[in-house]
């Protein structure tokens, strides 16, 4: 098969930026078991992502969506649900419930304590006298 070309997938995604998002995506995908549309024909898995977006074998909006997902920072399928479901009253009301002020100043004192031990086992660099480098040089 010929080679593919940012021209032959520019019709399907617009944006160059977004082009190179999406295949990224369906490249980490493949590499991590999802199931390929087309033939591989010994091509590596970014060659096989833009043959499957030139190909339209894939959805594109199904690959904004899986890169959505996976910059988002709340992964806690908990706290994921339909805003349908609930206002955000009812939402913010049930955070506070399980995680209050006092456990986040717990936290905060808990790393700091941690960092302090740190800092005292390794204290980091300390300024060295001039003359002292100069006579290990010798």
Do not use: W
Request: glycine share 2%; charged share 40%.
């Amino acid at each position: 098969m010929a080679r593919v070309t940012v021209e032959d997938c520019i019709d399907k995604i617009p944006n160059r930026f977004d082009l190179v998002l999406a295949a990224a995506q369906r490249s980490r995908d493949i590499s991590t078991g999802n199931p390929l549309t087309i033939d591989r024909d010994n091509d590596k898995n970014p060659v096989v992502a833009l043959r499957e977006i030139a190909d339209e074998t894939i959805d594109p909006d199904k690959l904004r969506n899986d890169i959505i997902k996976g910059l988002q920072k709340l992964s806690n399928p908990e706290f994921i649900e339909d805003e349908d479901e609930e206002d955000e009253d009812e939402v913010h009301s049930r955070l506070e419930e399980k995680y209050t002020i006092n456990d986040e100043l717990n936290d905060f004192k808990i790393n700091n304590d941690s960092h302090d031990v740190q800092n005292k086992t390794n204290p980091g660099f300390h300024d060295v006298d001039e003359n002292l480098i100069k006579s290990e040089d010798l």
